[in-house]
């Protein structure tokens, strides 16, 4: 295998809202929402080619994660580039994430797809953290309240 590299798989999640896609839409992109769901604030105007940032809200103030917007069709699609490591920016294209928004009746089919992982590591902290993180808006959007305790402290099973 020398001079091959291993392809990491794209993660794709599926949940069902009882919601709007305008109240999905605007959970993904209120910097207000995403704090209480997620613990991070979406900063960004969401327009095509802006930045974006995953900013703690517990009062440090550190991102997390950095991006650009790729695409923006309100209230339907959203694509972002996410950089969990900064300072390997440089080095590698950043993974992609789009979210799909599907409307029919009183739900939505919420569609997260992340792609271009760089590795392993980053594909399993991804598919422990977004199932958390969209459970978490899945429960404000249907009862109004975030679940009781954050969904991603959670410790993971042992494989």
């Known amino acids: 295998m020398t001079g091959e590299t291993m392809s990491v798989p794209s993660y794709v999640y599926v949940t069902y809202i009882r919601a709007g896609a305008e109240q999905v839409w605007e959970a993904l992109t209120d910097a207000d ?3 209480r ?3 991070h604030a979406n900063v960004s105007d969401w327009r095509p080619g802006s930045a974006w940032e995953h900013r ?10 950095v991006g650009r917007v790729i695409a923006a069709e309100p209230p339907t699609r959203l694509v972002v580039t996410f950089e969990d490591t900064p300072d ?14 599907e409307p029919h009746k009183d739900i939505v089919r919420l569609t997260v797809t992340h792609e271009n992982l760089p590795n392993v590591e980053m594909l399993n902290g991804i598919s422990h953290g977004w199932p958390a993180v969209l459970a978490n808006l899945k429960s404000l959007l249907e009862t109004g ?5 954050a969904p991603w402290e959670m410790s993971r099973p042992q494989v």
């Open 56 to 65: 703690r809200v517990d009062g440090s103030d550190v991102v997390d994660v």
């Open 33 to 35: 929402l995403t704090a």
């Open 145 to 149: 309240e975030v679940l009781p305790q």
């Open 88 to 101: 390997a920016a440089a080095t590698r294209d950043p993974s992609v994430v789009t979210f799909l928004v």
């Open 37 to 39: 769901y997620w613990a």
